[in-house]
């Protein structure tokens, strides 16, 4: 396992680099970025749809989450709480509109960070069919699809990141898997 990946079973570590890194161990913080830098910056482009408006977003937010460890109750809870605070920093980036606005202004111009599926005129395995009907999704159920099955938060963490009830979490990826079922059904009867 590298760094670069922290699937569900990293908690614990991740737990760990926070506790130490509140102690002042400075590799450990170093380690966390290290782990978390690809996720964050992959969600911010997700939000803005541009690569430098998503870098500085997330070097901004963190600041704020360096700033802010000491005060992160449960340490965790660390990915869903470095996710919501790059949302709110994208959600910054975008305007001055009102969060809720701002937010779905930001997803529609999701950047989509799936590889293309190979030319042609269909998609040649079942992946790159799902990754194909992914895109296809309404930005505002894109994201949770993302981070709920790409990035493995559950639903609750899903809701902080995007700073969204856990009921309406449930209610887009609800209807983004309808979506998705009837996509690739409907792919698989041509």
């Given amino acids: 396992m590298t760094d670069d990946a922290a699937p569900k079973d990293d908690r614990a570590l991740d737990a760990r680099l926070v506790l130490s890194a509140r102690l002042g161990d400075?590799?450990?913080?170093?380690?966390?970025?290290?782990?978390?830098q690809p996720r964050?910056?992959?969600?911010?482009r997700r939000l803005l749809g541009e690569a430098e408006p998503a870098r500085d977003a997330v070097q901004s937010a963190?600041?704020?989450i360096v700033r802010g460890l000491d005060r992160l109750r449960d340490p965790a809870a660390f990915p869903a709480w470095?996710?919501?605070?790059?949302?709110?920093?994208?959600?910054?980036t975008?305007?001055?509109r009102r969060r809720d606005r701002a937010l779905a202004a930001g997803l529609t111009r999701e950047a989509d960070l799936m590889p293309e599926p190979?030319?042609?005129p269909e998609p040649v395995d079942d992946h790159a069919r799902l990754r194909a009907a992914v895109r296809t999704l309404p930005p505002d159920q894109r994201a949770p699809i993302?981070?709920?099955h790409f990035e493995g938060l559950s639903v609750a963490e899903t809701a902080v990141a995007l700073d969204v009830p856990a009921g309406t979490v449930k209610t887009r990826l609800m209807h983004a898997r309808r979506k998705l079922k009837a996509a690739l059904e409907g792919h698989r009867n041509d």
């Fill in 94 to 96: 975008i305007g001055g």
């Fill in 40 to 44: 964050l910056t992959a969600h911010a």
């Fill in 82 to 92: 470095a996710y919501r605070i790059v949302t709110r920093r994208c959600a910054a």
């Fill in 118 to 120: 190979p030319p042609g």
């Fill in 146 to 148: 993302a981070l709920f």
């Fill in 62 to 64: 963190w600041v704020e």
């Fill in 26 to 36: 400075r590799a450990a913080l170093e380690r966390l970025v290290r782990r978390w």
